[in-house]
């Protein structure tokens, strides 16, 4: 090995939200990181775009210069029947286009100091005793620790036989763009959730500035020609008049398995370590989560306890994700298996719009839920 060759105290492979925030989080405290991407930034990335409350709370403050709408209301129905709505005093979800979100966490991160290769392809790691090597499509580089921050096929995992029970799910989205953006100003402010239009799962409208992001996304592992549901969906919302583009499907990887996220140099962070929400599949937040967590855990060995096992990252992972994690699988059985019956407890209940808008802005856990819910229905909740 070359001498000269820089030594880097952090790579991170993926410069999604999970990669990003974990470089900027690293930067910081002036700890060396080169964040690699294998696409050119900044680039197109299918996602709803959806900000949860809890997410938008852990990021920079000039997140804000960059989204596309904030919502407040929450429309919810089931086989586009039975719609009732629920407004909140804050931002419920704030949306943005992925480009331009995933861009401005990468500029963040270079702006205290992190160093990017963007365009560049991982071919293969080795983890020695000491460090860690990648070979790259632009050359080999070395680190006293890498991040996994390459999505839900992660290389890293493959290429270090890290072993991730994942169960996954499958959404289809696309952008629905009208001849003219004052055509679909009644949905700035509001969200669509329209559970049962897709055998365990839901469909959802999402609005942007000139657009409106439109999916279908099941807990299923696998599912026929799910086109077919996207496009009825498309149609029983009147959408069919608006062009649409970038029509793509893709794996959301459930949470709720206990993993071990780590080797002795190397952890997994956001989609790579298999964080998705089981109900709605939200992953954003959680991959800014983790990648706070890795940043975290990664400071505190390299500035405070060198012999710090990162076996401590996997325990906080499973800790404030996994388990609750768990009794959301269990929450989700209920509500996609009798969705007549769930919705329309909740559609009836107060407590239960109330407690679900506590859980998506992060201020209630599946765990705490059903209690939570009992309490305000006999009146105990203070």
Request: proline residues 4%; glycine residues 6%.
């Amino acid at each position: 090995m070359s001498s000269l060759r820089k030594l880097y105290d952090v790579i991170i492979v993926g410069a999604g939200p999970a990669g990003s925030i974990c470089a900027y989080e690293l930067s910081k405290k002036n700890i060396q990181v080169l964040l690699l991407e294998r696409e050119k930034l900044p680039r197109y990335k299918v996602c709803a775009g959806g900000l949860t409350k809890k997410a938008v709370d852990i990021l920079p403050e000039d997140v804000k210069d960059i989204l596309e709408d904030q919502t407040h209301t929450v429309h919810l129905s089931l086989n586009h029947k039975f719609t009732f709505s629920k407004t909140t005093s804050f931002p419920l979800v704030s949306m943005v286009m992925r480009d331009k979100f995933d861009h401005f966490l990468v500029k963040k991160a270079i702006e205290s100091g992190a160093h990017l290769k963007d365009e560049t392809r991982v071919f293969s790691l080795t983890e020695h005793p000491d460090l860690v090597t990648v070979e790259t499509s632009r050359g080999t580089f070395v680190s006293k620790l890498l991040v996994g921050a390459d999505g839900v096929t992660s290389k890293v995992a493959h290429l270090l036989g890290i072993r991730r029970k994942l169960d996954f799910g499958i959404a289809l989205e696309a952008e629905l763009f009208p001849k003219h953006p004052d055509l679909i100003s009644n949905y700035h402010g509001s969200l669509h959730l329209d559970f049962n239009v897709i055998p365990r799962g839901y469909g959802w409208i999402f609005p942007k500035r000139k657009q409106l992001s439109v999916g279908v996304f099941t807990t299923l592992p696998s599912i026929r020609n799910i086109k077919s549901y996207f496009y009825a969906y498309v149609r029983n919302k009147h959408l069919r008049n608006l062009t649409c583009k970038s029509l793509i499907g893709h794996q959301i990887p459930i949470g709720g398995r206990t993993n071990k996220l780590n080797t002795e140099r190397v952890l997994l962070v956001g989609d790579a370590s298999g964080l998705a929400d089981p109900i709605t599949g939200e992953g954003i937040y959680f991959a800014l989560r983790s990648g706070q967590i890795a940043a975290e855990t990664i400071s505190k060995k390299l500035l405070k306890e060198p012999s710090l096992s990162l076996d401590e990252y996997s325990l906080k992972i499973n800790e404030e994700m996994t388990e609750n994690f768990k009794y959301a699988r269990f929450l989700a059985s209920f509500l996609y298996n009798i969705s007549y019956v769930s919705y329309n407890i909740a559609r009836k209940a107060e407590s239960v719009n109330d407690t679900f808008i506590e859980v998506v802005s992060g201020n209630c856990s599946y765990k705490e839920a059903p209690l939570k819910i009992l309490k305000k229905t006999l009146g105990l909740d203070s």
